[in-house]
């Protein structure tokens, strides 16, 4: 550093140049204990989804029935009550029934999340699992659940699945 309070770039390329092994080394030696640590130490968690549509209607007739603001607005506010419902203990028993996995209703419950998509009847479900396929067969069977058995807990109004995941 000079006088004026300037910075040196020569001097510290200089320091830089006369260091580089130790950096280097460094580097090496970070990469190696981060792979390490992430091979042996970090179990994979894996995320399936799928995706719910809410109709405030049992059976749509298309010939019939013109898409209305109100069954819209309708089914967007049906979606949290849908959200409560799969996560319910009702629902998830149904669900282990269905998929014959040995897991407890607590642990398919803290697997599961639910997301509505805004200004819409949608909602999708993430099951997060250390196994892929149990995770992709827990997703589908809760929609197929969402989708026959949460109709007969709200009246009047039905589910279909868009994605499986």
């Known amino acids: 550093m000079n006088d004026s309070g300037s910075i040196d770039l020569k001097y510290y390329f200089e320091l ?12 090496v030696v970070l990469a190696v204990v981060a792979y390490l640590y992430s091979s042996f130490f970090i179990t994979p968690e894996y995320m399936a989804d ?9 059976t749509i007739n298309t010939a019939t029935d013109v898409a209305k603001k109100e069954d819209i607005t ?4 049906l979606v949290p009550t849908y959200m409560s419902i799969v996560k ?3 629902a998830i ?12 209703i607590g642990q398919v419950k803290s697997m599961i999340t639910t997301t509505a998509e805004e200004e819409t009847g949608i909602f999708r479900i993430y099951v997060r699992n250390t ?14 659940v969402a989708a026959s058995e949460t109709s007969n807990y ?5 589910a279909s699945v868009i994605d499986y995941a």
């Open 93 to 104: 028993q149904k669900v282990l029934e269905e998929s014959r996995l040995k897991y407890s």
């Open 50 to 58: 799928t995706s719910v549509y809410v109709n405030n209607k049992k």
């Open 16 to 27: 830089f140049l006369s260091k580089w092994k130790w950096i280097s080394l460094s580097a």
């Open 154 to 158: 709200v009246e009047g109004t039905s």
């Open 131 to 144: 196994n892929p396929k149990d995770a992709v067969l827990l997703a589908n069977t809760i929609a197929k």
């Open 88 to 90: 319910s203990r009702t």
């Open 74 to 77: 309708t089914s967007e506010s």
